[in-house]
């Protein structure tokens, strides 16, 4: 019985000091890309390095690398997380519903997720506007993306032959709705969304409904 008991207490010691290593480590890696932005938007992409980065977040270069392969990897987090969340959502969509429903859902995901990180995203876009060398595509203007999605709506309805022209229309013309909801609001000339996100979300099922292709599809 003791040593159940002294087992249960080194096991539980254990998790907690495991627990403890993680906060730590996702606070070094939140630390590390807020640096890295705040570098990149102070004095360009082009002309900050790991090293730079590594000194603002008072870590080693392979604390560093351990986060990030290169610093363009560190700058491509909020597409790469956009992509996720995007799949994620699709994915998760009821088998019931339509492309149209799923793929509305998840843009209106990627709307919250924009105005949760709106500051970083804001950052992000101005980052690579603004660079005169580097070549990293905004998430949103990706037409590989656009494709991956269409992909995926066709395999969440069992088509095997893939997406009809029809699908990847509907994907074009859902994801450039969305886009131009983005440039407004990255922008600042959507609704303020700081405190209360429901303007910036109703301005997005405006821009939707404004389209009658994908009205009559709902």
């Not at 002294?6 to 254990?14: A, D, H």
């Not at 022209?165 to 609704?191: K, M, Y």
Request: proline letters at 5%.
């Amino acid at each position: 019985m003791l040593q159940a008991v002294r087992n249960n207490t080194r096991c539980g010691r254990e998790t907690a000091i495991d627990g403890l290593r993680e906060r730590k480590s996702a606070q070094a890696r939140a630390a590390t890309l807020e640096a890295g932005f705040r570098l990149f938007d102070e004095r360009g992409y082009d002309q900050v390095t790991v090293a730079d980065i590594c000194a603002a977040a008072d870590i080693g270069r392979r604390t560093f690398f351990h986060y990030f392969p290169t610093k363009e990897d560190l700058l491509g987090v909020p597409a790469r997380e956009m992509g996720e969340r995007l799949t994620a959502t699709l994915e998760g969509a009821p088998p019931e519903a339509t492309d149209s429903q799923a793929l509305r859902a998840a843009m209106t995901e990627l709307a919250t997720y924009t105005l949760t990180h709106r500051s970083q995203l804001e950052l992000y876009r101005r980052i690579i506007t603004t660079s005169t060398t580097l070549r990293h595509p905004a998430f949103w203007h990706l037409p590989a993306h656009e494709l991956r999605v269409a992909q995926q709506l066709s395999s969440r309805q069992g088509r095997a032959a893939g997406p009809t022209l029809e699908t990847r229309l509907l994907v074009v013309r859902t994801v450039a709705a969305f886009r131009l909801w983005l440039e407004v609001t990255l922008e600042g000339d959507a609704p303020d969304a700081r405190a209360d996100d429901a303007p910036a979300l109703r301005l997005l099922d405006e821009i939707f409904d404004a389209d009658p292709w994908l009205v009559d599809r709902r």
